[in-house]
């Protein structure tokens, strides 16, 4: 396994920040160009399934680009006609709602006025107003002018402004002028929309040319990646929406609420906004609930509607049917929705979802661009090891065992050492041989872990959670029936006689304390069977110690090291002076986190002199366990047993 990557996945030079720059800068100045392009994009892949469809069905190129056009300006026209209808139904409607909804805020009026900080309050700004508002009167003592009293040549006159005759041309300038912007804009969508169909095959050949025709693989998967995640988000998130729409018209009409049809269309249309979009297609129904009602219910059964429809969509069935498609992290989606209506407006807003999914696809496809993909996706920035790795090299044990917990609801504790704690330990070993860590921050890691691996003694043995894996009921992890949360004795009827002992394994520690952490959690995964470990620390190792050691009633000694790099030759002197003090001890090489693309550890194991070996705590413990007898008197499969790894 390779070490953790502490230098980052990317750096961003000073050249590349300046081309970001630049980029924006284009975003923003060729917006007038840029969106029109960007929304035939979008409708080109809302598009694309109806047209392969018709192309499968015998219909020629262009006579299929040409119906699935028509389609949707049909489509189109027809929404925007409805709405029209609707809403010139509703003008109409508003003065008959006008005398209820005053009668409303008259009574708030009342009852908010009743406190008296409130009606102090309004009279103070009340006075406030008509002193501002009130013409000032002229000084005490001095009179009008009876000149301009007595006059009436000084009299005001009053005047008349007639605007002039309008001609039929302003009119017609005066109701299309606002008019002419989005047709031009919905003209040059609807152009690039035929074209981009009709060319398609050709955009993508010149695409992969742009990018790089030199990796033709990686282009073709980049380009297939986002369009089949960008086709998936946009029909999906279509028919949600429709669904949506259709949801709140029905449940508005049920209601009472005037033209139900159109606030379904603009829920629909509204909810394609990110996170606020449904909010704002709330908010006029509701006020005119308000109106239309003498009371509150319409208006409470209309909130209510809206916010119970918005939540089972957003936390039951847009997890379920967007699943991994999308690939943005929420936080992502908020700060795309801002910096894409900054650039490009309400359009932007509209866009910015499906666009930083094109800028996260990149990323995982371009290694330069690796840092968007880590910024914007969903995809965790540290793997579980780093994640570790950073908890324990702040010190937090807690939020190390709390990371544990959560990995332990789905496999058991010896597959949460073996594949998060010890790549972390061993990267971090790696890093200390360099000299990026010193012997004080090694010793207190390593104390960080011992006290996150002491959360961990009321978890289920490993033994039996693995033999669940290998066909038992139980799930990994789980708590044995009838089981107590309080730690029980270990049992060792059932052992062989030399493993009855008190301490009949002795693990050491190989050359650092995180070694000798690692011999900790062999030592309590171990203790789970019923057999008890002593660990003695790295500095019992040395030729001056290891002839202190304490062997009688071993009947097995494991030797822990994280990094593989020069451990078998310490390893092999290690276990020669082991031999000349417990010639009859067998011996175990544990050898954490090795991999067999270095050297196969059956020739590891012979090149040391040991007796097994062992390249994970999983491995040693079902060795261990093995050797014991524990295996066959728990009903573990003797399958299980590594039998690579014994000589």
Not at 368 to 394: C, S
């Amino acid at each position: 396994m390779e070490p953790l990557n502490w230098d980052g996945r990317g750096r961003v030079t000073a050249g590349e920040v300046f081309v970001g720059v630049v980029v924006v800068g284009v975003l923003y100045f060729a917006r007038e160009v840029l969106v029109p392009i960007a929304l035939a994009v979008l409708l080109s892949f809302v598009l694309t399934p109806p047209l392969v469809r018709l192309r499968r069905w015998g219909l020629g190129k262009v006579p299929s680009v040409l119906l699935v056009v028509v389609l949707g300006v049909f489509v189109t026209a027809s929404v925007a006609g409805v709405i029209g209808v609707q809403i010139t139904h509703l003008a109409g409607e508003l003065p008959k709602y006008q005398w209820t909804l005053q009668e409303k805020i008259r009574s708030l009026r009342a009852a908010t006025a009743g406190g008296s900080m409130v009606r102090s309050l309004g009279e103070l700004l009340n006075g406030i107003s008509s002193e501002i508002s009130e013409p000032a009167s002229p000084p005490p003592g001095e009179a009008a002018s009876p000149a301009s009293a007595n006059n009436p040549a000084q009299t005001p006159l009053p005047v008349v402004v007639r605007p002039p005759e309008t001609r039929p041309f302003e009119i017609i300038r005066t109701i299309l002028g606002p008019l002419i912007q989005p047709l031009a804009t919905l003209g040059l969508v609807l152009i690039f929309v035929f074209f981009i169909l009709l060319q398609q095959q050709d955009l993508r050949d010149r695409l992969i040319w742009l990018a790089g025709s030199r990796d033709l693989r990686r282009t073709t998967m980049a380009i297939d990646d986002a369009a089949d995640r960008l086709s998936h988000f946009f029909l999906a998130e279509t028919a949600i929406n429709s669904s949506f729409g259709v949801l709140i018209g029905l449940g508005l009409w049920l209601i009472g609420i005037p033209n139900p049809m159109l606030w379904g269309i603009l829920a629909m249309l509204m909810r394609f906004v990110p996170y606020i979009g449904w909010i704002i297609s709330a908010i006029l129904p509701c006020l005119l609930a308000a109106a239309v009602d003498p009371g509150w219910t319409q208006l409470a059964w209309s909130v209510g509607l809206f916010l119970a429809l918005e939540l089972t969509i957003s936390q039951a069935v847009e997890p379920f049917v967007y699943g991994r498609s999308t690939g943005l992290s929420p936080v992502a989606v908020v700060v795309a929705a801002t910096f894409w209506t900054w650039l490009w407006g309400p359009i932007g807003l509209v866009l910015s979802t499906p666009l930083t999914l094109l800028i996260v696809v990149v990323g995982q496809h371009v290694e330069r661009l690796a840092f968007l993909a880590v910024m914007f996706g969903d995809t965790p920035a540290l793997t579980p090891a780093e994640t570790f790795l950073q908890r324990i090299l702040a010190g937090d044990a807690d939020e190390a065992a709390e990371q544990g917990e959560r990995f332990l609801k789905e496999k058991p504790l010896v597959s949460f050492y073996d594949e998060v704690v010890l790549p972390a330990l061993r990267s971090a070993q790696i890093e200390a041989n360099r000299g990026n860590i010193d012997t004080e921050d090694l010793r207190r890691m390593a104390i960080t872990v011992e006290e996150v691996v002491e959360n961990f003694d009321d978890e289920e043995d490993p033994v039996r959670s693995i033999a669940a894996e290998n066909g038992g009921a139980r799930k990994p992890g789980a708590k044995k029936e009838g089981s107590t949360d309080c730690p029980t004795e270990p049992k060792r009827d059932g052992l062989k006689p030399e493993w009855q002992g008190e301490m009949p394994v002795l693990c050491i520690a190989g050359r650092s304390p995180l070694d000798e952490a690692a011999a900790v959690m062999f030592r309590q995964l171990l203790g789970k069977q019923g057999i008890n470990v002593r660990v003695a620390s790295f500095g019992r190792a040395s030729s001056a110690q290891v002839f202190k050691l304490e062997v009688e009633g071993v009947a097995m000694i494991c030797l822990s090291y994280l990094a593989v790099e020069g451990a078998p030759t310490h390893t092999r002197f290690l276990i020669r002076r082991l031999r000349r003090r417990a010639p009859s001890t067998r011996i175990l090489a544990g050898f954490w986190t090795y991999s067999d693309d270095l050297v196969p550890l059956e020739d590891l194991r012979k090149e040391t002199g040991a007796d097994l070996a062992a390249r994970s705590l999983r491995e040693a413990v079902e060795v261990c366990a093995h050797e014991a007898g524990a295996a066959e008197r728990d009903g573990a499969s003797p399958a299980v047993v590594p039998e690579r790894v014994s000589a």
